[in-house]
């Protein structure tokens, strides 16, 4: 009988929660301020984390910019100093946790106070066919798009749960929802990180910390020379261009501002996303299979062939330039 009752009150639930969202669509909902919080952002000395830098300024927050990379770190504080900011920078390595944990300790102490946003930013990729690919490379890219996520989250969540106030940004890929041949490492890497996201914000759920919000931010190719090259076929790309990334940011910060738990950008991404989910299992990936006529009619097979070429070209060239 009880299971009777909760499975009708499920039911209703899911019902208001699917009405509501779809009220949410036409009527946007109201932005939280975010004036005075604390945002920590990785990976921001470049392309989408010093335009996020940016961006949470113009909202009033205040930015702690951590990255590989002194100089280019300095130069996204100097554009958040311009624009009247406060700005805060740090040479971390997030690959490594032990350095991790060291800097949240030096922000906390430096600033007197707790980061209450978290954008997990910092990325890359190898950009060379697996079999041609040294070891290295391939644990560099899940250790910086996957095992990072792990170690920033546990430097600063248990503060956030303590107040029950924060956020925590991931920023994926459509590259983690669906995949493509020739970025085996990514794939991997970000397919691992929405499922680290998703775990953690059910565990949240499930623990009733209503404070702490998570956003999944899914953008398609951002033309930040991440994916110099990659390129599908010319009559879909004329409905799926490239993303210019200030526009990419201003996507991702309005999921982030309304609490949004997961942003595909754009919008026509969620496509591919729930064709796999109906079309394709694994199996499914194979010649003649609906997957694979899809992403053959699109020019989706092959689109990374272009990328691994530039990047091969890339690498020769400072090989040349080394010698
Ligand atoms: N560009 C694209 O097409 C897309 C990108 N994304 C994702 O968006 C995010 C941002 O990408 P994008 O701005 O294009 O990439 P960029 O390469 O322009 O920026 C990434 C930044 O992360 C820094 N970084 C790399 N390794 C580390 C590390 N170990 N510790 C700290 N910082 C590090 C980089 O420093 P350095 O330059 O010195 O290496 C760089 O400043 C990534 O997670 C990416 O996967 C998602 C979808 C599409
Ligand atoms: C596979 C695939 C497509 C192409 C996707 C591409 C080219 C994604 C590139 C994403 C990148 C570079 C993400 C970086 O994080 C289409 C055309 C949507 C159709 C459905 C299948």
Known sequence: MIFLMDLQMMLLDVIYFILRNSVRVVLRPRTKPIDGELVLITGSGGGLGRIFAQEFTKHGAEVVLWDIDSSSNEQTAKLVHEMGGKAHTYKV??????????????????????????????????????????????????????????????????????????????????????????????????????GFHESLAHELLAEEVEGVKMTLVCPYIVDTGMFEGCKIREEVELLLPPLEPQYCVEQAMNAILIDQPLVCIPRLTYLPFLSRAILCSFSDCCHGTPMWLQYRFMGSDKCMFPFIDSKKKQLSNSVVKVE
């Open 93 to 194: 390595d997030v690959t490594n946790s032990e350095d991790v944990y060291r800097h949240a300790e030096l922000v906390r102490k430096d600033l007197g106070r707790d980061v209450t946003m978290l954008v997990n930013n910092a990325g890359v990729v190898a950009g060379q066919r697996m079999l041609d690919c040294p070891d290295e490379l391939i644990e560099r890219t899940m250790k910086v798009n996957c095992h990072a996520l792990f170690w920033t989250v546990k430097a600063f969540l248990p503060q956030m749960k303590a107040q029950n106030h924060g956020h925590i940004v991931t920023i994926a890929s459509v590259l983690g929802l669906f995949s493509t041949a020739c970025v085996e490492d990514y794939c991997a890497s970000k397919f691992a990180a929405v």
